[in-house]
């Protein structure tokens, strides 16, 4: 069972995340942009790329109204990228299967930090959308399997770390295959896609003189 997941598995896995990713990004390409007849008040272009930075950071009136949302979405996105690019076992496996090559790995003490503010991130937020009300109601299936699984791959993955048994790597990375396969055709995909929509939304109020 471990050389499956390990092996085809894994194989299946990451050919229909790549092949799922990239035609999920090309059929957003292609819709292309409709004219905009507003006259032109100023840059769409260095708005846009404004914009792919400039809505990472909090606004005061989003802050003060919910400011443990906030702060479980930032332990949670920021914690998830530390452990996923730089954790030693995520450096050694992406350098000796995937890229050919590495880069220095965080420290092990860093690494856990980053793995608790993470999971606590992920925990806070799965509650708020079970019990905020109006975040209930708007909530879908598809936002429960994506919360749930992103949990269970970060949950494993600590799990693994022990590195005493081989069949909790294995279960890690069955975990890991199953996100793979959902990412694509969920709204986790807002990975990739937020760039395209902050980008374009921050082009249009450019062009017409709106600040972003």
């Known amino acids: ?57 909090p606004r005061r009136e989003a802050m003060n109204a919910s400011p443990l949302v906030i702060i479980a979405g930032y332990m949670f996105h920021i914690g998830l990228l530390i452990v996923l690019f730089w954790a030693a076992p995520h450096v050694r496996f992406l350098e000796e299967e995937l890229l050919g090559f590495g880069w220095a790995p965080a420290p092990y003490w860093l690494f856990m930090l980053a793995a608790a503010f993470a999971l606590t991130g992920s925990v806070m937020l799965i509650i708020r959308r079970l019990v905020d009300p109006v975040l209930r109601k708007i909530s879908t299936a598809d936002d429960h399997t994506g919360a749930l699984i992103t949990f269970m791959v970060m949950f494993t993955g600590c799990l693994a770390l022990q590195e005493s048994w081989a069949g909790l790597r294995a279960f890690h990375m069955l975990w890991v295959e199953i996100l793979m396969v ?31």
């Open 182 to 212: 959902y990412f694509p055709f969920s709204r986790l995909m807002h990975a990739f896609t937020f760039t395209f929509s902050r980008a374009y939304s921050g082009a249009m109020f450019g062009r017409r003189g709106v600040g972003t």
């Open 1 to 57: 069972m471990i050389d499956f997941i390990e092996g085809p598995l894994w194989t299946f896995s990451l050919v229909v995340f790549c092949v799922g990713v990239i035609w999920r990004l090309f059929s957003i390409i292609r819709l292309g942009v409709k004219t905009d007849r507003a006259p032109v008040k100023d840059s769409g272009i260095a708005s846009g790329f404004k914009s792919v930075f400039s809505r990472s950071i």
